[in-house]
């Protein structure tokens, strides 16, 4: 699943790309994708492109006095192809495909077996529920804690709270796994039964997971994101393979069925 940082790259790249391109055509190839039912990407049709920015794990192409909001759910990506460019044949599907004036065109694709990729299209981004509920974004310099910490005397598991998107913008699997393993806590165990020492380390390594991993993906090229992405995990997708920090085996999460990992030998709580 893309999270922020690997979005917050494809969204400056497809800045530098787009903007100041006109869209010259528009083509819905799956219908499931196109999540307004007022305005679909056809609207944006002779309009330019202004810019590209993100909310949290969306992307949000400006384009005329709309914006077209991309949800990548768990397999989307966007692509620019180019004019002569031939894609491999394992290439993912086009759901949505924009046409540019450069005879290049911007695809909303998606690898899963069901479509979780989408995109609105919008007068104001807040217009899509799940960037209004978005919470504080722990890549922004002017990061609040205050939610996150409020968050930790809920008995919700630890994991779990740290992808809640209206706590805290941009997280998922992935990165929770990071967090959890830099602050040395058990992904399973309930938010409330940490102590202080354990609560300020989760909110500490949460800030310094993120901005790192911002500053790692930065300029990488979109196509090596997810590679980039995947060689610089410490536990997620490492399952038998040696802990970094205390050379004992990286398990799956109990219950996790591969989707997540941690080190039980040193995620371990006092007591």
Not at 97 to 115: H, I, M, N, Q
Request: glycine share 10%.
């Amino acid at each position: 699943m893309p999270e922020s940082p690997e979005v917050a790259a494809l969204a400056e790249f497809l800045d530098g790309r787009l903007a100041g391109r006109r869209v010259v055509g528009a083509d819905v190839v799956e219908f499931r994708a196109v999540k307004t039912h007022d305005a679909g990407p056809e609207t944006l049709v002779g309009e330019t492109i202004a810019g590209a920015s993100r909310h949290g794990k969306h992307v949000d192409l400006a384009v005329g006095d709309r914006h077209a909001i991309v949800s990548l759910g768990r397999h989307g990506w966007v692509r620019v192809v180019e004019d002569g460019d031939a894609l491999p044949p394992d290439a993912a599907p086009a759901l949505v495909r924009l046409d540019l004036d450069d005879d290049a065109a911007l695809e909303l694709t998606d690898a899963g077996e069901w479509v979780s990729a989408g995109v609105s299209v919008v007068a104001d981004p807040r217009e899509v529920a799940s960037v209004a509920k978005l919470g504080p974004d722990p890549a922004e310099p002017a990061f609040d804690p205050a939610p996150l910490r409020a968050a930790l005397a809920r008995r919700k598991q630890a994991r779990a709270l740290l992808q809640e998107q209206e706590t805290i913008a941009g997280v998922g699997g992935a990165y929770s796994d990071e967090i959890l393993w830099a602050a040395r806590i058990p992904p399973l165990v309930r938010a409330s039964d940490l102590d202080e020492a354990a609560r300020d380390r989760l909110v500490a390594a949460t800030i310094e997971v993120m901005r790192d991993a911002f500053a790692a993906r930065r300029g990488i090229p979109i196509d090596r994101l997810k590679s980039a992405k995947a060689a610089a995990m410490n536990v997620h997708g490492r399952t038998g393979r040696p802990c970094p920090r205390c050379g004992g085996t990286i398990e799956d999460v109990p219950g996790a069925k591969g989707a997540a990992q941690h080190c039980p030998a040193c995620q371990v709580l006092p007591g």
